[in-house]
C-alpha cells in the first residue's frame, strides 16, 4: 500500500507507519495542490493535517485512493460527498491532539 502524508506529523507517527512492511510511505509536505493532483494516483492512502485541502478535483484524480486520514480534529478541508461518491473511506483522529500534548510535558 503506497501513503503519501501531505501534512508534517509527529516523527513517531511516520516512523510507525514506515515499520510496516507493507506500506511505502512517502512525506511530502506543501505540495501546491496541482502536483497533489498530478501524484495522488500514484497512492492507496493520504494522511493530512489542516493544511491540505483535500478537494473533489484532487479526489477525482485518485485512480486507487481508499482511504483519507484526517490527523486530528474534523473534516472540514476534505470533500466528504466527493470522497463517499467515490468509495474512499474519511476518517480523523479527533483524540490525536491529546496524545500529543500530553507527550510533550
Do not use: W
Not at 506500506?23 to 506543501?30: A, L, N, S, T
Not at 489542516?50 to 478541508?77: F, H, P, W, Y
Request: hydrophobic share 40%.
Amino acid at each position: 500500500m503506497n501513503i503519501l502524508i501531505s501534512d508534517k506529523l509527529a516523527d513517531e507517527g511516520v516512523r510507525i507507519l514506515k515499520e510496516v512492511k507493507e506500506f511505502r510511505v512517502d512525506c511530502k509536505y506543501g505540495l501546491p495542490p496541482d502536483e497533489l493532483r498530478s501524484i495522488i494516483k500514484d497512492y492507496h492512502g493520504l494522511i493530512v493535517r489542516s493544511e491540505t485541502k483535500v478537494t473533489e478535483d484532487i479526489i477525482n484524480a485518485a485512480d486507487q485512493l481508499k482511504v483519507i486520514g484526517r490527523a486530528g480534529v474534523g473534516m472540514d478541508n476534505v470533500d466528504l460527498k466527493a470522497a463517499t461518491k467515490k468509495g474512499i473511506v474519511a476518517m480523523n483522529t479527533p483524540s490525536g491532539n491529546t496524545t500529543a500534548t500530553r507527550n510533550i510535558r
